[in-house]
């Protein structure tokens, strides 16, 4: 994808570049002629790290990249990189991802998403890095908003996971109030494609149904979500890295989402057309934590970024199972 990006941005820190979206928005940036990407990653076993190594493969080529084994934690390592290097803007998506892991681990994710954030914003101020964008989640909502959810409804977060990504808009938005920061947090509904997680569900599900193993469906399978297919976050990205820099306001809000919803076991049945296959359903109590549904209100991604997302779950799974075939026939091979 091309970015578009505007002239007076071309040196890009992105945090989390090794992973799902992450690479996905290092192709977009190097594509689009950024003078400068420098990814941090620590490339932790959340899940098998040589998936992200794999990620950086070719973007390890350009002479426009710059790759960072480093943890966001690390005030020391990050202080030493700010010296080296010169950044128009940062694209922090870096994170302790999944509601469920944590519950069990709350105090990994405050160090991670808190903190860590925190660490990012201190840099920003103090080496004048005048725009930043950080990846939020729709999981800030909370099991009581109305859909379909606008971004001034009232923040009842239910995971560690979630409360730690609603901090992180809070203290970005005092970041830009106090220091000129101009700031857009992109609150990300669900999102899928190539390279996704293997821990999520779509990846899970899809694998599973194409080995003929059972999936685990947790409740009934009436929880509704809102899935985004990584183009349509990208052309967000995009879109709010343009507003940092001509919008009319130093700090926004922004639902990304596709605006439609499927039912889990509506997604299940997507995934067998798509792939062919029927699943073994192993149905599982529900899991703390989880919201019942997910539905992004994008009227005002439409108005700031133009935003226009285009992938339909049928469309985007369909090109999810060709990217899993395709994987299954270079590791063969």
Not at 56 to 81: F, G, M
Not at 186 to 207: E, S
Not at 282 to 299: C, I, K, N, S, Y
Request: charged letters at 20%; proline letters at 6%; one cysteine or more.
């Amino acid at each position: 994808m091309n970015f578009d990006l505007p002239t007076s941005v071309r040196r890009f820190l992105v945090t989390g570049g090794a992973g799902f979206i992450g690479s996905h928005v290092v192709d977009g940036l190097l594509a689009s002629g950024a003078k400068r990407v420098v990814v941090i990653d620590d490339f932790n076993d959340y899940y098998d790290p040589r998936m992200k190594w794999r990620n950086t493969a070719a973007h390890q080529r350009h002479p426009a990249y710059r790759l960072v084994a480093a943890d966001i934690r690390d005030r020391e390592r990050l202080n030493r990189l700010a010296q080296e290097e010169e950044f128009d803007c940062v694209i922090h998506l870096a994170a302790r991802a999944g509601v469920r892991p944590s519950l069990t681990e709350p105090v990994l994710y405050q160090e991670t998403n808190c903190a860590g954030t925190l660490n990012l914003l201190e840099l920003a101020r103090q080496h004048e890095w005048r725009h930043f964008v950080f990846a939020s989640s729709s999981s800030v909502y909370g099991p009581s908003a109305v859909p379909p959810f606008r971004e001034d409804a009232a923040l009842m977060p239910v995971s560690p996971y979630a409360a730690t990504k609603a901090a992180g808009e809070l203290m970005t938005h005092t970041y830009s109030q106090l220091y000129g920061l101009r700031a857009v947090c992109l609150r990300f509904f669900t999102v899928y494609g190539p390279r996704q997680r293997p821990d999520l569900a779509i990846h899970k599900f899809t694998q599973s149904i194409l080995r003929g193993q059972p999936i685990p469906v947790y409740g009934d399978g009436s929880t509704l979500r809102d899935y985004t297919y990584i183009d349509d976050i990208l052309q967000g990205i995009a879109g709010a890295i343009h507003y940092s820099v001509h919008g009319a306001t130093p700090f926004e809000v922004v639902n990304l989402g596709e605006s439609q919803c499927i039912t889990l076991t509506g997604l299940v049945q997507a995934i067998e057309e798509a792939t062919g296959r029927r699943a073994i359903i192993d149905r599982q109590p529900p899991q703390p934590g989880d919201l019942p549904l997910t539905h992004a209100d994008v009227t005002k991604a439409r108005r700031l970024f133009n935003y226009q997302p285009t992938t339909p779950i049928e469309t985007g799974l369909r090109h999810f199972v060709d990217w899993i075939r395709g994987e299954a026939a270079a590791a063969a091979a």
